[in-house]
């Protein structure tokens, strides 16, 4: 095998890969040119469920400052 692999043949099947996975992309997250409704769906159910995690955050800190509070409330009195 004395086949060398130059510039021009990677930029070639760079090019080739690029356009693969561009066409892959298409057809698996559009639907007539459009964001198929399946993914809406996911990227719905992403932004909720970050969503959720910043508000048991909040809650949890919120409640976590208010015992502190009332702890040293009750240690002072």
């Known amino acids: 095998m004395s086949e060398f692999v ?31 409704i399946q993914t809406r769906i996911e990227r719905h159910e992403q932004s909720l469920a970050m969503l959720c995690k910043i508000v048991y ?9 208010v015992g ?4 040293a409330l009750v240690i002072k009195g």
């Open 6 to 36: 130059t510039e021009v043949s990677c930029r070639a099947k760079h090019e080739e890969v690029i356009a693969a996975i561009r066409d892959l992309e298409r057809r698996l997250f559009r639907d007539n040119g459009h964001i198929s």
């Open 68 to 71: 502190g509070a009332v702890l």
């Open 57 to 65: 955050g909040s809650v949890g800190f919120t409640l976590l400052a």
